[in-house]
């Protein structure tokens, strides 16, 4: 390989500008004393800032930035059936409990899949029509009740 002489090193140094290369890269320069600071467009600070800015311009009701994305995209996988494990993968999780633990399963979802799958809820469904309204309501009141205290339960969660 060729080795470009000292003075030509020295001459590209006066004549070309490290603030138009970086431009030309995408890369802010700041000055700071002397020297010169620069961030690329997606280093992690920049990409925090910027998604936080937009969370907040977007009047969502929450602050966060680029963890807030992770964590809704980690719920919204596991509340459209994503095996757990998949997303513990995609996110890079060493164990399960971590993964357990970074996600949410709405109580929507759990309603319904409680509702699709349990027994209890499954024998609701074929019980015959002869059953006498009093015992229908009373069956009512408890399936409202637990599921109050679902609710209930998922808020205490959640303070």
Known sequence: MARIPEEEVARLKREVSIERLADARGVKLHRHGADLIGLCPFHLDRMSKLVRDYVEQANLG???ACHMLRHTMATL??????????????L???TLESTQIYTQVSIRQLKKIHSATHPGAML????PASTSAATHDDEKSLRANLLAALDAEVEEESE
Not at 77 to 90: H, K, T, W
Not at 124 to 127: F, I, R, S
């Open 62 to 64: 929450k602050s966060g």
């Open 77 to 90: 996988m596991l509340d459209n059936g994503a095996d757990i494990r998949f997303i513990q993968e995609m």
């Open 92 to 94: 890079g999780h060493s």
């Open 124 to 127: 609701e469904k074929k019980k």
